[in-house]
């Protein structure tokens, strides 16, 4: 194909990544709809009765039947790095439709693709060639295709075994921290062999329309089909999956890097877009791609950067101290020296350690449940506690806190069965005050240690 239908493709890919982007924003304003209708699952209508939806769907679905038709027009390289625009157009309806925050990072990022973007359309190649389905039958038997592919089968094989290997092994060590990579690897050097089934897919429809040519009697153009949907199926689980097996932060760069370069790499080799190119070219191209790649990798780390920052100003979110109920609750009104020191709650082991009480017994005594006893239980000790209604205590400890009467358990009846500890030890670090509601009239002095 001659002249300038290569811009043609690159404006029908264009135009197919923007409504790809927009419809996707569009039905995710629907969902943000539906799930701010009621707090409760099952009282929210269902998704399909949101006209944004619909509307969302509409416009994905023509976006990317645009991107299926732009391939018949323009070089697979290069409207493969065209894709990418699609980050771009994301900033824009992210704010103005979902009304989420640019920042200053996400521009950075968005400025590195447009740059990107733009010396890839103007070093790449541009053309595309007519070609037949005995042409494309032809290209799978070019020795350069051959050597791609069978390089490509050795990454396939290398990265799922360096996955498994990751997967096995202990967090936070090497081998486990290329298992991120080695699933994209692996998992974008087949599913961008979509990419190449849909160009092949358009070039032998445009050559239908343009031709008297019966295409459909041709056996390659159903394995054409059927490795189109195989693989597209393969590439939409993996991506799914990935989102659960690893942190979208590093997952989602490596994966979308992964997919832009397959897709220009395997485009280049089986077309041959890049014989032509000159030392010249060749390196400024591929600067190019370095460059859209560090904007994708910026804009998809910015979401998550901005999720983490949220997430600090929660955990710095005013919370109640045990020992100080009644102060503000804000910690800049609290100067550091003057907070008090956090004591440590009795446990009933250590109660029953210090002064004899049994609270499993103190408990079930009213409830008549004494008779539930434990061979495993330890035998009360054997000091003893009394009190006054004023609160002097009889034998060696002393309390200026009234305390209730225990009953005693006699040594022939069954030992009762003990409740678990009634408490344990609150956390002593600075900022590890448990968030509880604030009581009113609560003095925490009557259950700290020096109280009992």
């Excluded at 018949?72 to 290069?78: D, V, W």
């Excluded at 991506?239 to 997952?251: D, Q, T």
């Excluded at 910690?331 to 440590?344: F, S, T, V, W, Y």
């Amino acid at each position: 194909m001659g002249g300038n239908s290569w811009l043609v493709g690159c404006g029908i890919n264009l135009v197919g990544s923007i409504s790809i982007n927009l419809g996707t924003n569009i039905m995710k304003l629907g969902h943000n709809l539906r799930e701010n209708s009621s707090p409760i699952e099952s009282e929210r209508p269902s998704i399909k009765s949101y006209r944004e939806w619909k509307i969302g769907i509409v416009i994905f679905v023509v976006g990317n039947i645009a991107n299926f038709l732009s391939f018949g027009f323009a070089a697979q390289s290069l409207l493969a790095s065209l894709g990418t625009v699609q980050f771009v157009s994301n900033v824009f309806f992210a704010s103005f439709v979902l009304k989420e925050r640019v920042t200053w990072r996400v521009i950075g990022g968005t400025t590195c693709i447009v740059g990107g973007v733009v010396i890839l359309v103007l070093f790449g190649n541009k053309k595309s060639e007519e070609l037949g389905v005995d042409d494309l039958i032809g290209l799978y038997s070019d020795s350069a295709y051959v050597v791609y592919l069978c390089c490509l089968a050795f990454l396939v094989v290398m990265g799922y075994l360096l996955y498994r290997l990751g997967r096995t092994g202990e967090p936070g060590s090497p081998v486990s921290s290329i298992a991120p990579l080695a699933y994209a690897v692996y998992s974008s050097s087949l599913g961008t062999q979509s990419v190449l089934m849909a160009k092949t897919l358009s070039t032998m429809l445009r050559l239908l329309l343009s031709a008297d040519y019966s295409l459909f009697a041709s056996w390659f153009f159903y394995v054409v089909i059927v490795a189109f949907v195989c693989t597209a199926s393969f590439w939409t689980t993996r991506l799914n999956m990935s989102l659960k097996l690893f942190p979208a932060m590093i997952i989602i760069p490596m994966m979308q890097i992964n997919w832009t370069l397959f897709s220009i790499v395997s485009g280049g080799m089986y077309f041959q877009e890049f014989k032509d190119f000159s030392t010249l070219n060749m390196c400024v191209f591929c600067a190019g791609v370095g460059v859209v790649f560090i904007g994708v990798t910026t804009l998809s780390t910015a979401k998550s950067a901005m999720a983490g920052d949220l997430d600090d100003k929660d955990a710095k979110a005013p919370c109640l101290d045990l020992e100080n109920s009644t102060s503000d609750l804000s910690d800049d009104k609290i100067p550091n020296a003057e907070r008090p020191k956090r004591r440590l709650l009795p446990t009933s082991k250590s109660i029953k350690r210090e002064m004899g009480i049994d609270f499993g017994e103190a408990l079930r005594a009213p409830l008549g449940l004494n008779g539930l006893g434990s061979e495993d239980d330890e035998p009360p000790l054997p000091r003893q506690l009394s009190t006054d209604p004023i609160g002097n205590t009889s034998g060696d400890h002393e309390s200026k806190n009234p305390v209730i009467h225990l009953p005693e358990a006699s040594p022939t009846e069954p030992r009762p069965h003990r409740l678990p500890p009634l408490s344990t030890a609150v956390p002593t670090g600075p900022d590890s005050r448990l968030r509880l509601p604030k009581l009113a009239n609560w003095d925490p002095d009557l259950i700290t240690r020096d109280s009992v």
